[in-house]
């Protein structure tokens, strides 16, 4: 990994805690700290980037590929602003117990397990694409199909992930929001997934028809 993906990466991680902060605010630092699983969500996000510059990941969500992008570069400006403003939203309403559980701790650390499991199984996926890796709908330059590593056990393992963070961010934070915010992840999700899995078919074929036969899209033997 070059200098510059370094400093981007860093730069991603430094301005992502600094929306959650501030979110709860500068002034009580060691209040956000105080609570175990609000400073294991950080110690995951860390350690998630370490591994990715062990790992030296080419991370480029805005890896256009063979065919225009069209709409889809402003929907994900518009995936990543909504991102940070609900981490934003949800360190303000946990430090002032807007739309939260009362009590049920047991969910803050539900919330940290599944955004830490949800990145492990992204870390693996985005090692398994390398390059071929793009936040776009698309195909690169002699796409391969991946159907190795977690690629030969779930077609989307990237999308699995973003139902557990979809889930497990609001459960960490103990927000209400996880009611609204999982069924329009969901949607996503499947969105997503139809298109993709139209445009793997299209252009592989029966080897793509053969390998959704022997695999499931999120779920191992479940779905």
């Not at 501030?22 to 110690?43: K, T």
């Not at 063979?66 to 400006?77: K, S």
């Not at 609204?180 to 139209?198: D, K, N, Q, S, T």
């Amino acid at each position: 990994m070059n200098s510059k993906k370094v400093a981007g990466q860093v730069l991603q991680f430094v301005l992502g805690l600094a929306i959650l902060l501030a979110g709860w605010g500068f002034d009580d630092l060691s209040g956000f700290f105080a609570h175990p699983a609000r400073a294991g969500f950080v110690a995951v996000a860390l350690a998630t980037m370490v591994w990715i510059f062990a790992w030296g990941l080419d991370l480029q969500p805005f890896r256009r590929g063979q065919a225009p992008v069209g709409w889809q570069r402003l929907g994900l400006v518009l995936l990543m602003l909504t991102a940070l403003s609900l981490i934003f939203f949800l360190a303000y309403a946990d430090r002032r117990s807007l739309l939260t559980f009362a009590g049920a701790e047991f969910l803050r650390y539900l919330g940290l397990g599944l955004y830490a499991g949800g990145n492990v199984i992204s870390l693996y996926a985005l090692r398994a694409l390398g390059k071929q890796y793009s936040g776009y709908v698309t195909l690169q330059n002699d796409h391969q199909l991946v159907d190795t590593g977690i690629y030969a056990v779930i077609r989307h393992p990237i999308y699995l992930r973003a139902l557990m963070v979809f889930v497990g961010l609001p459960l960490l934070f103990r927000s209400w929001l996880v009611l609204p915010v999982l069924p329009l992840g969901a949607w996503f999700v499947c969105y997503r997934i139809r298109r993709e899995e139209r445009l793997l078919a299209e252009t592989f074929g029966e080897q793509y028809r053969a390998y959704s036969g022997r695999t499931r899209r999120l779920l191992p033997y479940l779905y």
